[in-house]
């Protein structure tokens, strides 16, 4: 499947975008070759490979690298005062925020 100057006039209608001649051919050549490769790719014989959750499954086993869910720091005034120097507002060492829903 190819594009034509038609499909990318719509294309950019329906994005808001203003192009010129220019630009509208150089988006008529990206746009063909990143359907290009997309064709390419699906043309790759795939029946008997097992999907991957992550491509990095293929060398190790990924739930081996993820940390236990423990807690790794102890709470103190001195490291709540710490975080609550960036605050622009506070109160009772809890972040104030405007109001956005009434």
């Known amino acids: ?4 100057l038609n499909d990318v006039n719509r ?17 008529l050549l ?7 490769l997309i064709a390419q790719l699906q ?6 490979v097992t999907p991957l959750a992550h491509p990095l499954s293929v060398h190790e086993e990924i739930s ?3 940390r ?9 005034l001195e490291k709540r005062a710490e975080l609550m120097a960036n605050a622009p507002a506070e109160s009772n060492g809890l972040f104030l925020v405007p109001k ?3």
Request: negative net charge; charged residues 25%; hydrophobic residues 40%.
């Open 68 to 76: 236990e869910d423990i807690v790794t720091e102890t709470s103190s």
């Open 11 to 27: 294309i950019a209608r329906l994005s808001r975008l203003e192009l010129d001649e220019q630009e509208q051919a150089q988006a």
């Open 43 to 48: 043309s790759v014989d795939t029946s008997g």
């Open 1 to 4: 499947m190819s594009l034509t």
């Open 64 to 66: 081996l690298r993820l």
């Open 30 to 36: 990206e746009l063909n070759s990143m359907l290009g």
């Open 100 to 102: 956005v829903i009434e």
